[in-house]
T-cell receptor, first 114, second 113 residues
Framework: AQSVTQLGSHVSVSEGALVLLRCNYSSSVPPYLFWYVQYPNQGLQLLLKYTTGATLVKGINGFEAEFKKSETSFHLTKPSAHMSDAAEYFCAVSRIQGAQKLVFGQGTRLTINP | ETGVTQTPRHLVMGMTNKKSLKCEQHLGHNAMYWYKQSAKKPLELMFVYSLEERVENNSVPSRFSPECPNSSHLFLHLHTLQPEDSALYLC????????????FGQGTRLTVV
């Protein structure tokens, strides 16, 4: 079975500061990993994904994540936070066969302080 | 305009009502999904439809009934719901290849009174 743990249900940073959102996964097979963002009253939008190849993945809006197999982690970072980054962020893992079935973490709400 | 469209965006229904949620995708995907998002809970996969399989989460009550008439349309029929069913219901679609991402609609905010 696959699972995802996001450390910290709420993260608060100052505008211009580094954003770090933590995600650890559990998977018995090589995972596919995703980060999604959800703005208020909206659906989920893909930020980035890791499938194979380069372990440092760049996404939209200046975000990136690094797949570390030894640590079973896929943390999301952004060098400089912007007010528009305030949202809820979800890490997800999927199985490799059949229809895409994402297993989500609990989500991390990111607040940006002026 | 999103590639996955859900209607209605908001729905208030009594416990004895019957209503349906609609989802349509314009992305040419061959799999569609219903997710439930409740406050302070992880997103819960309710149903999956694809060419290869239909999968139901066994923990989903029978008062939720999915229908997928074709690869572009997905419905969730609701009847005799409970207040705890109030949540954001998200539809998603994807290809069924390995590592492909799901695209989500904006959701239907359901309130059961």
């Amino acid at each position: 079975a696959q699972s995802v743990t996001q450390l910290g249900s709420h993260v608060s940073v100052s505008e211009g500061a580094l954003v770090l959102l933590r995600c650890n996964y559990s998977s018995s097979v090589p995972p596919y990993l995703f980060w999604y963002v959800q703005y208020p009253n909206q659906g989920l939008q893909l930020l980035l994904k890791y499938t194979t190849g380069a372990t440092l993945v760049k996404g939209i809006n200046g975000f990136e994540a690094e797949f570390k197999k030894s640590e079973t982690s896929f943390h999301l970072t952004k060098p400089s936070a912007h007010m528009s980054d305030a949202a809820e962020y979800f890490c997800a893992v999927s199985r490799i066969q059949g229809a895409q079935k994402l297993v989500f973490g609990q989500g991390t709400r990111l607040t940006i302080n002026p | 305009e999103t590639g996955v469209t859900q209607t209605p965006r908001h729905l208030v229904m009594g416990m004895t009502n019957k209503k349906s949620l609609k989802c349509e995708q314009h992305l040419g995907h061959n799999a569609m999904y219903w997710y439930k998002q409740s406050a302070k809970k992880p997103l819960e996969l309710m149903f999956v439809y694809s060419l290869e399989e239909r999968v139901e989460n066994n923990s989903v009550p029978s008062r939720f009934s999915p229908e997928c008439p074709n690869s572009s349309h997905l419905f969730l029929h609701l009847h005799t719901l409970q207040p705890e069913d109030s949540a954001l219901y998200l539809c998603a679609s994807s290809y069924t290849g390995e590592g492909t991402e799901a695209f989500f609609g904006q959701g239907t905010r359901l309130t059961v009174v």
